[in-house]
């Protein structure tokens, strides 16, 4: 699956087309903070998913945030629907790979290509540091939230694509960036104001990242569904409405341990995100039931 979106993506413009403008404009932005002497802000915050460093670290970060934080994952919005308008996730399904593999798919194909165009500037970041005299670990941290960033926003932005009308898309891509937001909040100003930027912080961010991605792709694999029982609710459903509650969740959990233990809240929506949609079946050594057939009419 991923060989496949990989072939077909690196063709397309929304790669090829930003990844060019993202090289013009790093050395644009390169050539302006050396020349106009900008000189970052100190934040006693320097930690991963800390969006302030960036729009204080200069134009460079600024642009790279505008390509690999909002353009190139956004474009995740059109990947479900090619699958789901067509039908080819019918036959998808039919082969060896299951929903997690489809999903996981189109994630590591877009998120791929975002983390092949942030490393391609990875030579702008070393000049920074060697002759502008930026700390490196300012820019570890501002590194680490375009990474963990653009890879929430492009599971959220794959989840809002299975939907077929464009307003209903808009509608749950909002909803999922406003719970990503509060919901990444509350922790991570607890723990930074318990331990201030320590492990307790970037332990917290990791577990951010993972639960709002997997939270985003389990809504994706919730659209691919051939069939819901008559018994079940719709697994679709469920994901938007715990999508709504997980900041107030998270938040609580934060607020009862005093900022100590808010990545709790956060592996507790990643585990209910991934057991939500889990459809009941029987154990392997359960022989399969008898055939209900009418017997066989003795021949004369």
Excluded at 34 to 63: C, D, Q, R
Excluded at 117 to 133: E, N, W
Excluded at 159 to 185: D, N, P
Excluded at 241 to 250: E, S
Aim: net charge positive; with cysteine.
């Amino acid at each position: 699956m991923t060989t496949k979106e990989l072939r077909q993506s690196l063709r397309r413009g929304s790669f090829v087309y930003p990844f060019l403008a993202i090289q013009l404009l790093a050395v644009i932005a390169m050539a302006a903070e050396f020349k106009t002497g900008h000189a970052s802000e100190s934040t006693e915050y320097t930690g991963m998913l800390n969006v302030e460093l960036l729009t204080s670290s200069g134009p460079f970060w600024m642009i790279v945030s505008a390509i690999c934080l909002l353009i190139m994952p956004l474009g995740g919005t059109i990947l479900m629907g090619q699958e789901i308008e067509e039908g080819n996730h019918e036959l998808l399904l039919l082969t060896k790979l299951d929903r997690w593999k489809i999903v996981f798919g189109k994630f590591f194909t877009l998120w791929g290509l975002i983390a092949l165009t942030f490393i391609s500037l990875l030579p702008y970041v070393v000049v920074r540091y060697m002759v502008g005299g930026i700390e490196w670990w300012r820019e570890a941290a501002c590194a680490g939230t375009v990474l963990g960033g653009s890879a929430m926003v492009s599971a959220g932005a794959i989840g809002a694509s299975a939907f077929k009308r464009i307003g209903v898309r808009i509608a749950v891509l909002a909803l999922f960036l406003f719970s990503m937001a509060a919901g990444c909040a509350a922790p991570l100003v607890g723990a930074g104001a318990q331990s201030g930027c320590g492990w307790l912080y970037h332990f917290t961010a990791l577990c951010a990242v993972v639960a709002f991605s997997l939270t985003g792709l389990a809504l994706a694999r919730s659209r691919l569904r051939l069939s819901i029982l008559a018994y079940e609710v719709n697994p679709s459903g469920m994901i938007l409405g715990l999508l709504v509650f997980a900041p107030f969740i998270i938040g609580f959990v934060s607020a009862v341990t005093i900022g100590w233990a808010g990545a709790l809240g956060l592996i507790g929506l990643a585990i209910i995100a991934v057991r939500m949609d889990v459809t009941p079946k029987a154990p392997k050594w359960m022989p399969p039931p008898p055939p209900n057939l009418p017997p066989a009419e003795a021949e004369a």
